[in-house]
C-alpha cells in the first residue's frame, strides 16, 4: 500500500473547489479509519450509524464530518485505546502521519477519540495549493454509545475503499430512527439533519417506532413521558419543529457539506416544502 492510492482515490472526486477538496480529504481519512476499525475487529460487537453511514455505504449526496457508532450490548468498560492503535498502523501503512486522543472518561456514556492527520497537504497530489491560513489538519471525531437505546437491527455492507471489507451498520429503519430522535431533541440547529430526512422520504424509508420509542425513554425532552411513538404521534411532533424553525439558518448550515452541483437543491427549503414532505411519511 502507497500514498498512490490515496491520490488515485483523491482524483476520483469532481474537486470544484478548496472546500470540496477538503471534504474529500476527510472523507478518504474516514475511510481508512473505517478499514483500520474492521480488520482490528471493531464491528464484531459495534454498529456504524450517523451520516457519515449514510454517507460512505448508502451514498447520500453531502459530506460528513464525524465517524459515530453504536455497541450491539451495553458496556461502560469499552475503551477506544486497542481500536486507535490499529487506527493509527492503517494510516502509516498508507505513508500518512496520524495523531490520536482519547478523550473518554470512564463515566462517559458516549465516549469520545480524535484522529487528526497533519501531513495531507506535505504527500498529497492536491488540486489547490493551501497557504497559511488555510486548514492544515484533517480533525475526524469518533464516538460510540456505550448503553445505546434496544430495539436497533444490523445490516453488513461491504466496504470497497480502501480494499473490501465488511462493515456492520444499523439498517435504515434504526438509522431513521435515530435521525427522527435527533430531529426532535437536538437542543440547536441542524441543517444536516433536515437534508438526511429529505433523503429518507425520498427513500420510502419508515422508521424503526421501537426503536425510536426506547430512544425518547432514554434520552432528550421526552423521557420520562411513556411516549409509544407511532406514525401519527411523530408526524405531529415533527410538523411542530418545522412550524418552529429558522429555515434560513437550517439552510445556511448545510451548504457547505455539499457539492457545488448539488446546492441549489436547499434554495427552496421552508415549512411549507418540509410540511409537504412530512405528509409522505404516513
Not at 483500520?36 to 460512505?56: V, Y
Not at 484522529?115 to 506535505?122: A, I, R, T, V
Request: charged share 20%.
Amino acid at each position: 500500500m502507497t500514498i498512490d492510492i490515496i491520490n488515485d482515490r483523491l482524483n476520483s472526486y469532481a474537486i470544484e473547489t478548496k472546500q470540496s477538496e477538503l471534504n474529500a480529504i476527510k472523507e478518504i481519512t474516514q475511510e481508512v479509519a473505517l478499514a483500520g476499525l474492521a480488520r482490528a475487529g471493531f464491528f464484531k460487537s459495534a454498529m456504524f450509524q450517523g451520516g457519515t453511514c449514510l454517507r460512505i455505504i448508502h451514498g447520500l449526496q453531502r459530506f460528513s464530518e464525524d465517524l459515530d457508532f453504536i455497541l450491539n450490548e451495553p458496556n461502560e468498560a469499552f475503551k477506544w485505546e486497542p481500536y486507535l492503535a490499529a487506527i493509527k498502523t492503517e494510516f502509516e501503512a498508507f505513508g500518512l502521519s496520524l495523531s490520536v486522543i482519547d478523550r473518554a472518561k470512564a463515566s462517559d456514556t458516549v465516549k469520545k477519540a480524535f484522529l487528526k492527520e497533519g501531513s495531507f497537504g506535505k504527500v498529497l497530489n492536491l488540486h489547490y495549493e493551501r497557504t497559511r491560513a488555510d486548514t492544515q489538519t484533517i480533525t475526524i471525531k469518533l464516538e460510540i454509545d456505550t448503553n445505546p437505546p434496544t430495539g436497533s437491527a444490523p445490516e453488513t455492507y461491504v466496504l470497497d475503499y480502501p480494499y473490501p471489507l465488511p462493515i456492520i451498520t444499523q439498517d435504515l429503519p434504526s438509522l431513521f430512527a435515530g435521525k427522527c430522535h435527533a430531529l426532535l431533541c437536538r437542543n440547536y440547529i441542524k441543517g444536516r439533519d433536515w437534508f438526511d430526512f429529505i433523503w429518507y422520504i425520498q427513500k420510502n424509508t419508515q422508521p424503526n417506532y421501537t426503536l425510536l420509542t426506547n430512544a425518547l425513554e432514554q434520552c432528550g425532552p421526552y423521557q420520562g413521558q411513556a411516549i409509544n411513538a407511532s406514525n401519527e404521534w411523530l408526524t405531529n411532533e415533527l410538523a411542530k419543529k418545522i412550524e418552529s424553525l429558522n429555515w434560513q439558518t437550517v439552510t445556511n448550515d448545510v451548504k457547505r457539506f455539499l457539492p457545488n452541483n448539488f446546492s441549489h437543491t436547499v434554495s427552496a427549503w421552508n415549512k411549507d416544502l418540509f410540511l409537504a414532505l412530512l405528509r409522505k411519511l404516513r
